[in-house]
């Protein structure tokens, strides 16, 4: 498990300094505009640290996310978000249920723009509200397991790792692993991910 994390790491950090070479753009860079923007997001999405009592499990798979926020200034933004991950599969030689996932997070954005170029990268900090919602769609395969049905939700920290590139003076494409933190009834929740955000300052 550690050596994969530490390979999507490596791939997101390779990605970010293959932002600028992405996208062809005019040679003068473009000013981070302020304001309200809107920002959509689609990847790959994780959950770990929680057990099913079950033989087999799936944590692995697409995930998206949108984010609504307010650019303060060049070096801050404040932002709220959703984030839908991958239901968590579960088997017992055939599949016995699931447990769906989604987060809300309020979060600061730190943001440290690369001199003359249209690059920011960024570092997010906050809380998310993390949803957990079992639900056993074949019993009679769940018997005999520690499958139970059940809802549950923490509030736990939230951090997310990034860059953007403006493409056009309020656009901008984005790489990002973002990460909420809950417990053993939750999970914790991971997405990596690549999007559009737009600027409406």
Do not use: C
């Not at 390779?14 to 959509?40: D, H, I, K, N, R």
């Not at 999405?45 to 033989?55: C, E, F, I, L």
């Not at 699931?98 to 997010?124: C, E, V």
């Not at 984005?174 to 909420?180: F, I, V």
């Amino acid at each position: 498990m550690k050596s994969n994390g530490a390979k999507k790491r490596l791939i997101l950090i390779v990605l970010l300094l293959a932002l600028p070479w992405m996208v062809s753009v005019a040679t003068a860079a473009f000013p981070p505009p302020q304001g309200w923007y809107v920002e959509a997001n689609g990847g790959y999405s994780y959950a770990t640290s929680k057990s099913y009592g079950v033989p087999n499990v799936r944590r692995t798979g697409s995930g998206w996310n949108v984010n609504l926020g307010y650019k303060v200034s060049t070096f801050f933004s404040a932002e709220a978000g959703y984030t839908h991950y991958f239901p968590t599969r579960l088997y017992n030689g055939p599949k016995l249920g699931q447990d769906n996932h989604f987060s809300y997070d309020l979060s600061i954005k730190g943001i440290l723009p690369i001199s003359d170029t249209s690059l920011d990268l960024f570092a997010k900090v906050g809380i998310a509200r993390l949803h957990s919602d079992v639900v056993i769609t074949s019993p009679a395969v769940a018997a005999g397991t520690g499958a139970t049905p059940g809802t549950q939700n923490v509030t736990g920290f939230y951090i997310a790792l990034g860059g953007e590139f403006y493409f056009a003076p309020n656009t901008a494409i984005n790489l990002q692993w973002a990460r909420a933190n809950g417990n053993g009834q939750t999970g914790d929740l991971a997405l990596y991910a690549a999007g559009l955000s737009y600027n409406f300052g």
